[in-house]
């Protein structure tokens, strides 16, 4: 069993910036897939980035292009989103999730997931 713990989320103006961090624990996953998604009010989950521990190669969804930037700390096994210019419809319930395997975009794929961390972004 792998446990990811999220930490960073809060309140924050439009334009604002977080940092999100996902510790992992249990056994070792340097060649798991990671990524995080997110989930509104009424709305499906979805994916925001994802990252291949071993390759390096990751994925983001269109509308964080630019915005949005996950990356990994091996020795600490962490993998982080930094979050700049935050939009108000940012504000969503941001989960962390590992995988077995390459990186994927569905949240079906994903063996693990954390408890979720809450991010508002106010106008």
């Known amino acids: 069993q792998v446990q990811l713990v999220e930490s960073g989320g809060g309140l924050v103006q439009a334009g604002g910036s977080l940092r999100l961090s996902c510790a992992a624990s249990?056994?070792?996953?340097?060649?798991?897939?990671m990524g995080w998604f997110r989930q509104a009010p009424g709305k499906e989950r979805d994916v925001v980035a994802a990252?291949?521990?071993?390759?390096?190669?990751?994925y983001y969804t269109d509308s964080v292009k630019g915005r949005f930037t996950i990356s990994r700390d091996n020795a600490k096994n962490t993998v982080y989103l930094q979050m700049n210019s935050l939009k108000p419809e940012d504000t969503a319930v941001y989960y962390c999730?590992?995988?077995?395997?390459?990186?994927?975009?569905?949240?079906?794929?994903?063996?693990?997931w954390g408890q979720g961390t809450q991010v508002t972004v106010s106008s």
């Open positions: 249990g056994r070792t996953f340097s060649s798991y897939a």
């Open positions: 990252i291949n521990w071993s390759g390096g190669s990751t």
């Open positions: 999730a590992a995988r077995a395997g390459m990186v994927k975009t569905t949240p079906s794929e994903y063996n693990y």
